[in-house]
């Protein structure tokens, strides 16, 4: 393990970026300024070196196949990524005056009529920052709705058991009971629960369409027709919406409110976490409550920020976008045209699908229809036979090189093993991950002690997260420490 | 384009699935397919795409003007250093860190994040960074209501009216109540001695809004007298570097934003906020905390810890629905961090400091125009101007330089205050063009009068 930054350098080591200015007490009573900057000086070489390291110690898209079912690890682009450095971009400032922005609103604008026709919505806000943002945005949005037309006692919302938990987690920020609609045999949320339970505190019914066993949500427009009836909103999750672009719409679902994933859809990379983007779309009815301002174009063609919304529920972060991510996903858009991105989708279904039908030679494939974009198998038979878990299963292709698919996850399977390939991958690339895991499958029958042994080759094997979670309850162990104060 | 596939392809692998045709496995049920045509542009062939992109940003013209502009967003100088490292491919293209054995790198940058973040606030814990530092107030409020079960915070009309237009927002969905405290005319922020009983957080920007260093230890001394806990905010995080830390000046959390630490001002984003805290609120953070520990074999490694605070384990019962984050963003502050160091850091703040009073001192000598200067400041204060600031700002534009934000459009009241700024990258030359200018336009206002 690469020491850490505070454990290298010199005082005095580093370039020197600016001309002598001379000391903070020549600017600021001392009794302002602090009394130390406990900072590591580092040559840039031993910068290189570090975060060199550290790269070759991750997985990624660029070096690894990721089949991580909802996460939609598709390839992104190298021009996404020089068109979003260009200085126009990069040094325009938020508070620039919109004439001197003209192309920053222009793309902006465009992105959104773009996303609206695609998803069948009346209009998007770009300034969500990222998935779980956009339903939180649009959770204040059905709030709001409902306080304008007098109907508090909407407090209710409705979350299938497969969906996410940023769903939940969302709802319940704004005061919303959460009920759990459970699945059915046939992998899809129980209309007949939902009918039941609704009533006269329905808000909003969160819904993923693909849903997290990758399969179509066939009786949608029957949910909705339901949800609506009672007086509730249908909000649409676009974690799948991979599946679906070019193809089917939210809109014509009958969704009210959406939210799409740039960085899963729309290739902007993951980042290791982030930046995202979580632009929401709202129907005609919904979209006066997006958070303001909105790009605009008046008669004469020139663009502007349109801050007179007065039913807006106002802004959800500083800024009015993740501007940078955007400019990506809009170079996205124009490379592909609504053939390239109808085409896309077709493919990640197709892929996913693939690897579906020859996995089920050898893993439980639960639900007997075809999936969209991704799909679960279960190792739980193989669990009663050798004790080998999806975990164990997930462990060894890492070693393969192969990053785990998600795990554990939707909770109705058991040792759920979620897989997304993505339009990206090759038929070689499927082939030979399919090889990898039916050798460790055949590997788990001869020899289970050995899988649940891996991962061997990777930069750590298994860490102890139980002995981490103690210590960091108390605070301890979440950061480096100067070693006079190590115990802290 | 970029997927792989041939025909054959196409038709080998639908055969092996057993589906007649691409449309029969991918279409939606009968009834929602999409009638008629998208409204979509036809697809660009990659060099069109570049130069149609490099076109709209050349049309932004103020993206190449003098500025001094700040107000949350600063421009400052990145070393080349830190976009080559953190835009690896293993880096950029990597997924958010849960296998731990595939994401050392990342996890250890995390940590190394929370180490940074902790040193400059002098805070116990950070998390793993937030959308912006609006929404890093937000988290903050949330922290401040579940630690003290109150439901009403104080916060300074100093901060940033952005992030309090977030929190008022947020706030009002959440059945949180805002109360506003004012500011002097130095434009320092009015603390009471105590706060009422009721009050969550006592909530302080420093350096405020008008780029005053605001007083923080009262507010926090009033807010722990009251049993309120105090959350110190910071959009210009360059400060840290030399002002006493948050923690030294009483704060419970400290929040704001790191843009300032490498990252573009990019209109508006993606920037990266932090949350950091006590040892005691660590399991009130919200997102991702990377801890330290030890794989199998003894070595040291690192991995996503207290887990059940978050959404995907704890869903409606989280301590945030925050899932992904700012990843890349906080490796880039870090690798800044890393780059300039004690030394650099600290030579860059205090040449921000400089070239503001500079630019200060050239403006004050300017007739007509006033320096509110009786508060200590950072690297940004306000001017009093003898035309409405807005007009003035318009004026400007046509000379090629952004003179600032006109405090008008936060504070209606304030419509002859100009709120500029001045960081390492500001020049001499740019300081004795800006002042020039100022002459110029306030004689042709005095002759026009």
Redesign the interface.
Same mark, same amino acid.
């Given at each position: 393990?690469?020491s $850490?930054?505070?454990e290298q350098?010199a005082?005095?080591?580093?370039?020197?970026?600016?001309?002598?200015?001379?000391?903070?007490k020549?600017?600021?009573?001392p009794?302002?300024?602090?009394a130390d900057?406990?900072?590591?000086? &580092?040559t840039?070489l031993e910068?290189?070196r570090?975060?060199?390291?550290? #790269?070759?110690?991750?997985? #990624?898209?660029?070096?690894?196949f990721?089949p991580?079912g909802s996460?939609t690890?598709?390839?992104?682009?190298k &021009?996404n990524?020089?068109?979003s450095?260009?200085?126009?971009?990069?040094?325009?400032?938020?508070?620039?005056?919109d004439h001197?922005?003209?192309?920053?609103i222009?793309?902006l604008w465009?992105m959104e009529?773009?996303l609206s026709?695609?998803f069948g919505m009346d209009a998007f806000s770009l300034m969500p920052?990222?998935?779980?943002?956009g339903?939180?945005t649009a959770? $204040?949005m059905a709030?709001?709705y409902f306080k304008d037309r007098g109907e508090h006692e909407r407090l209710t919302c409705f979350v299938p058991d497969t969906a996410?938990?940023?769903n939940?987690? #969302?709802?319940?920020?704004?005061?919303y009971e959460?009920v759990s609609i459970p699945s059915t045999a046939r992998g899809r949320t129980d209309l007949a629960t939902l009918r039941a339970k609704l009533d006269g505190t329905a808000a909003v019914c969160m819904m993923t369409n693909p849903n997290t066993l990758g399969l179509?949500e066939?009786e949608?427009?029957d949910m909705t027709r339901a949800v609506h009836d009672a007086g509730g909103l249908m909000y649409y999750d676009g974690a799948n919406a991979n599946a679906?672009v070019?193809?089917?719409?939210p809109g014509?679902?009958g969704f009210d409110l959406m939210h799409l @994933?740039l960085?899963k859809t729309f290739?902007v990379?993951?980042?290791?976490?982030?930046?995202?983007s979580?632009p929401v779309g709202a129907s005609a009815r919904l979209s006066p409550y997006l958070?303001a301002p909105l790009m605009a174009r008046d008669a004469s063609g020139t663009y502007f920020w349109d801050e007179d919304r007065p039913k807006s529920?106002?802004?959800?972060?500083?800024?009015?976008?993740?501007? $940078?991510?955007i400019?990506r996903a809009?170079?996205y +858009?124009? +490379?592909?045209?609504?053939?390239?991105?109808r085409?896309?989708?077709? &493919?990640a279904?197709? @892929?996913a699908?693939?690897l579906?039908?020859?996995i089920k030679e050898f893993l439980t494939v639960p639900y007997a229809d075809?999936c969209?974009h991704e799909f679960v198998c279960s190792a739980e038979e193989l669990k009663k036979e050798t004790g080998v878990r999806a975990l164990d299963l997930?462990?060894g292709l $890492?070693d393969a090189g192969v990053?785990?698919p998600t795990m554990y996850?939707p909770h109705v399977v058991p040792e759920c093993l979620m897989i997304e390939p993505t339009?990206?991958? #090759?038929?070689y690339t499927l082939d030979a991950f399919v090889e990898t895991l039916r050798a460790l499958v055949a590997r788990a029958h001869e020899d289970p002690a050995a899988v649940q042994q891996m991962?061997l080759h990777?930069?750590?094997?298994?860490?102890?997260?139980a002995?981490?979670?103690r210590?960091? @309850?108390?605070?301890?162990?979440?950061?480096?420490s100067p070693p006079s104060d190590a115990q802290? | 384009?970029?997927?792989?596939?041939t025909p054959q392809?196409?038709r080998?692998?639908?055969d092996?699935?057993?589906?007649p045709s691409?449309?029969a496995?991918?279409?939606?049920?009968a009834?929602?397919?999409?009638k008629g045509?998208?409204?979509?542009? !036809?697809?660009? !062939?990659?060099a069109e795409?570049?130069a149609?992109?490099?076109?709209?940003?050349?049309?932004?013209?103020?993206?190449?003007?003098t500025?001094f502009?700040g107000?949350?967003?600063y421009?400052h100088?990145q070393?080349p250093?830190v976009?080559y490292? =953190?835009?690896?491919?293993?880096?950029?293209?990597?997924?958010?860190?849960y296998?731990?054995? *595939?994401?050392?790198?990342?996890l250890?940058?995390i940590?190394?994040w929370?180490?940074?973040i902790?040193?400059?606030t002098?805070m116990?814990?950070?998390n793993?960074?937030v959308?912006?530092?609006?929404?890093a107030l937000v988290e903050s409020v949330?922290m401040a209501a579940q630690a003290t079960g109150r439901r009403r915070v104080a916060i300074s009309r100093g901060v940033?009216p952005?992030?309090r237009?977030?929190l *008022?927002?947020?706030a009002?969905?959440?059945?949180i109540s805002i109360v506003e405290l004012p500011l002097d005319r130095d434009g320092l922020t009015v603390v009471p001695a105590r706060f009422d009983d009721d009050i969550a957080a006592a909530i302080v920007q420093s350096p405020n809004f008008f780029g005053a260093?605001d007083a923080v230890a009262p507010a926090a001394q009033a807010g722990h007298a009251s049993g309120a806990l105090t959350v110190h905010v910071t959009a210009e995080a360059l400060s840290l570097?030399?002002?006493?830390?948050p923690r030294?000046l009483g704060a419970d959390i400290a929040v704001g934003?790191a843009q300032s630490f490498g990252l573009?001002?990019?209109?508006?984003?993606?920037?990266?906020g932090f949350v950091a805290t006590?040892?005691?609120h660590?399991?009130r953070l919200p997102g991702?905390?990377?801890?330290?520990?030890?794989?199998?074999?003894g070595?040291?490694?690192y991995?996503l810890?207290?887990q059940?605070r978050?959404?995907?384990?704890?869903?409606?019962?989280?301590s945030?629905?925050?899932?992904?984050?700012?990843?890349?963003?906080a490796?880039i502050a870090?690798?800044y961090? =890393?780059?300039?160091?004690?030394?650099?850091?600290?030579?860059? =703040?205090? *040449?921000n400091?400089?070239?503001a009073?500079a630019l200060a001192s050239a403006i004050a000598a300017v007739p007509g125009f006033g320096v509110a200067d009786r508060a !200590?400041f950072f690297n940004e204060f306000v001017v009093r101007t003898p035309l409405p600031a807005a007009e003035l700002?318009?004026r400007l534009?046509k000379r090629g330089i952004?003179a600032g934000?006109p405090l008008s459009k936060f504070y209606p009241e304030l419509t002859d205050a100009l709120l500029v700024c001045a960081t390492?990258l500001t020049t001499t030359a740019q300081i004795a063009d800006f002042a020039r200018a100022l002459t110029e336009e306030h004689t042709h206002a005095v002759a026009a009068v």
């Amino acid at each position: 393990m690469p020491s $850490l930054l505070f454990e290298q350098g010199a005082p005095g080591r580093g370039s020197d970026f600016v001309r002598d200015a001379g000391a903070p007490k020549q600017f600021l009573e001392p009794d302002a300024l602090r009394a130390d900057l406990p900072l590591p000086d &580092l040559t840039e070489l031993e910068v290189a070196r570090h975060f060199t390291e550290l #790269s070759h110690r991750n997985f #990624s898209v660029d070096t690894n196949f990721y089949p991580l079912g909802s996460c939609t690890m598709k390839y992104n682009p190298k &021009l996404n990524e020089a068109v979003s450095g260009f200085a126009g971009f990069t040094d325009l400032h938020p508070f620039a005056p919109d004439h001197g922005a003209q192309g920053a609103i222009r793309l902006l604008w465009h992105m959104e009529r773009t996303l609206s026709s695609l998803f069948g919505m009346d209009a998007f806000s770009l300034m969500p920052a990222a998935g779980a943002h956009g339903e939180i945005t649009a959770m $204040l949005m059905a709030k709001k709705y409902f306080k304008d037309r007098g109907e508090h006692e909407r407090l209710t919302c409705f979350v299938p058991d497969t969906a996410h938990g940023t769903n939940p987690a #969302s709802a319940a920020m704004v005061g919303y009971e959460v009920v759990s609609i459970p699945s059915t045999a046939r992998g899809r949320t129980d209309l007949a629960t939902l009918r039941a339970k609704l009533d006269g505190t329905a808000a909003v019914c969160m819904m993923t369409n693909p849903n997290t066993l990758g399969l179509f949500e066939d009786e949608i427009v029957d949910m909705t027709r339901a949800v609506h009836d009672a007086g509730g909103l249908m909000y649409y999750d676009g974690a799948n919406a991979n599946a679906i672009v070019g193809l089917t719409r939210p809109g014509d679902m009958g969704f009210d409110l959406m939210h799409l @994933n740039l960085h899963k859809t729309f290739s902007v990379p993951h980042g290791g976490g982030g930046p995202g983007s979580g632009p929401v779309g709202a129907s005609a009815r919904l979209s006066p409550y997006l958070p303001a301002p909105l790009m605009a174009r008046d008669a004469s063609g020139t663009y502007f920020w349109d801050e007179d919304r007065p039913k807006s529920i106002g802004a959800v972060r500083a800024f009015p976008a993740h501007f $940078l991510a955007i400019v990506r996903a809009y170079a996205y +858009v124009i +490379v592909h045209g609504a053939e390239g991105l109808r085409s896309n989708s077709r &493919l990640a279904v197709l @892929n996913a699908n693939y690897l579906r039908a020859k996995i089920k030679e050898f893993l439980t494939v639960p639900y007997a229809d075809y999936c969209r974009h991704e799909f679960v198998c279960s190792a739980e038979e193989l669990k009663k036979e050798t004790g080998v878990r999806a975990l164990d299963l997930a462990k060894g292709l $890492l070693d393969a090189g192969v990053h785990a698919p998600t795990m554990y996850w939707p909770h109705v399977v058991p040792e759920c093993l979620m897989i997304e390939p993505t339009e990206t991958e #090759s038929r070689y690339t499927l082939d030979a991950f399919v090889e990898t895991l039916r050798a460790l499958v055949a590997r788990a029958h001869e020899d289970p002690a050995a899988v649940q042994q891996m991962p061997l080759h990777t930069p750590v094997r298994r860490v102890d997260e139980a002995q981490v979670g103690r210590l960091a @309850n108390k605070g301890i162990g979440l950061r480096w420490s100067p070693p006079s104060d190590a115990q802290s | 384009m970029y997927t792989p596939h041939t025909p054959q392809d196409i038709r080998a692998m639908l055969d092996v699935i057993g589906a007649p045709s691409l449309e029969a496995l991918t279409d939606p049920p009968a009834g929602l397919k999409i009638k008629g045509d998208i409204d979509v542009a !036809p697809a660009l !062939p990659e060099a069109e795409a570049f130069a149609h992109i490099r076109a709209m940003a050349d049309e932004n013209g103020a993206a190449r003007m003098t500025s001094f502009l700040g107000a949350g967003a600063y421009r400052h100088y990145q070393p080349p250093a830190v976009p080559y490292f =953190a835009f690896r491919s293993e880096f950029l293209t990597a997924y958010t860190p849960y296998q731990a054995e *595939a994401s050392q790198g990342s996890l250890q940058a995390i940590f190394e994040w929370q180490t940074y973040i902790c040193l400059l606030t002098g805070m116990d814990v950070s998390n793993a960074s937030v959308y912006d530092g609006s929404t890093a107030l937000v988290e903050s409020v949330i922290m401040a209501a579940q630690a003290t079960g109150r439901r009403r915070v104080a916060i300074s009309r100093g901060v940033h009216p952005l992030y309090r237009r977030v929190l *008022a927002t947020y706030a009002e969905g959440m059945g949180i109540s805002i109360v506003e405290l004012p500011l002097d005319r130095d434009g320092l922020t009015v603390v009471p001695a105590r706060f009422d009983d009721d009050i969550a957080a006592a909530i302080v920007q420093s350096p405020n809004f008008f780029g005053a260093i605001d007083a923080v230890a009262p507010a926090a001394q009033a807010g722990h007298a009251s049993g309120a806990l105090t959350v110190h905010v910071t959009a210009e995080a360059l400060s840290l570097a030399v002002l006493k830390t948050p923690r030294e000046l009483g704060a419970d959390i400290a929040v704001g934003d790191a843009q300032s630490f490498g990252l573009p001002v990019g209109y508006g984003g993606p920037y990266v906020g932090f949350v950091a805290t006590t040892k005691e609120h660590v399991r009130r953070l919200p997102g991702r905390l990377v801890g330290q520990t030890h794989d199998v074999d003894g070595r040291k490694a690192y991995v996503l810890t207290l887990q059940g605070r978050e959404q995907h384990i704890r869903r409606e019962l989280a301590s945030s629905n925050i899932c992904t984050n700012q990843a890349l963003c906080a490796l880039i502050a870090t690798i800044y961090l =890393a780059t300039v160091g004690r030394k650099g850091l600290t030579s860059i =703040a205090c *040449a921000n400091m400089a070239n503001a009073r500079a630019l200060a001192s050239a403006i004050a000598a300017v007739p007509g125009f006033g320096v509110a200067d009786r508060a !200590p400041f950072f690297n940004e204060f306000v001017v009093r101007t003898p035309l409405p600031a807005a007009e003035l700002a318009e004026r400007l534009e046509k000379r090629g330089i952004l003179a600032g934000l006109p405090l008008s459009k936060f504070y209606p009241e304030l419509t002859d205050a100009l709120l500029v700024c001045a960081t390492e990258l500001t020049t001499t030359a740019q300081i004795a063009d800006f002042a020039r200018a100022l002459t110029e336009e306030h004689t042709h206002a005095v002759a026009a009068v």
